[in-house]
């Protein structure tokens, strides 16, 4: 048995380390990594910039992304460069559609669960109840409903995700 799983080991640890680790890859410039998470966003996407210098904080929708500046329209049309090196933070405007999912899904599978668990109690009368079924079963059912309306209810209401650092 234990020549078996030497033998496993002797295998498998030269596979594992195969690749170079996290810390041996060189990581991105923060010139490169703002141009690299800009590019990934559609154009016309609402955004907020934040930058370093009297600027401060700059808003429009994405027009296009350079070498050395990103692009945004103003609400005029005006087309406004903002320099890669200066842009501190990104925030897209969005919709808060996951945060509603999951608020209504952990909403929804605790009142499922207690209500799972009183159904059990009433339909047992006194006798055996399957408390754990009760609990599972409103749970994941309520649960799933809830997270359905969390993210109705979260579409419909507009939030800014963070997309640089």
């Known amino acids: 048995m234990r020549s078996i799983l030497f033998a ?23 010139h490169d990594l703002v141009a690299l998470r800009l ?6 996407s609402r955004l907020r910039v934040a930058t370093a210098g009297p600027s401060g904080l700059v808003l429009g929708r994405l027009d296009s992304v350079t070498e050395d500046a990103l692009l945004l329209l103003g609400p005029d049309g005006t087309r406004q460069a903002v ?3 200066r842009i501190t933070d990104v925030w897209r ?9 999951l608020v209504g899904g952990v909403t929804g599978v605790v009142v499922g669960g207690v209500l799972g ?7 047992a009368e006194g006798g ?16 799933a409903g809830g997270a359905a309306a969390g993210a109705l209810i979260g579409a419909a209401i507009p939030a800014w ?4 650092p």
């Open 39 to 44: 590019r990934q966003l559609e154009a016309g």
């Open 8 to 30: 496993c080991a002797v295998v498998a640890v030269p596979l594992v380390g195969a690749g170079p680790a996290r810390a041996q890859v060189a990581p991105e410039t923060g």
């Open 161 to 164: 995700h963070r997309r640089y």
């Open 83 to 85: 320099g890669l090196d």
């Open 93 to 101: 405007r969005g919709r808060a559609t996951r945060t509603g999912a």
């Open 117 to 123: 668990a009183w159904i059990a109690a009433f339909v």
């Open 128 to 143: 055996d109840a399957d408390y754990a079924g009760g609990i599972l079963l409103g749970g994941a059912l309520v649960g």
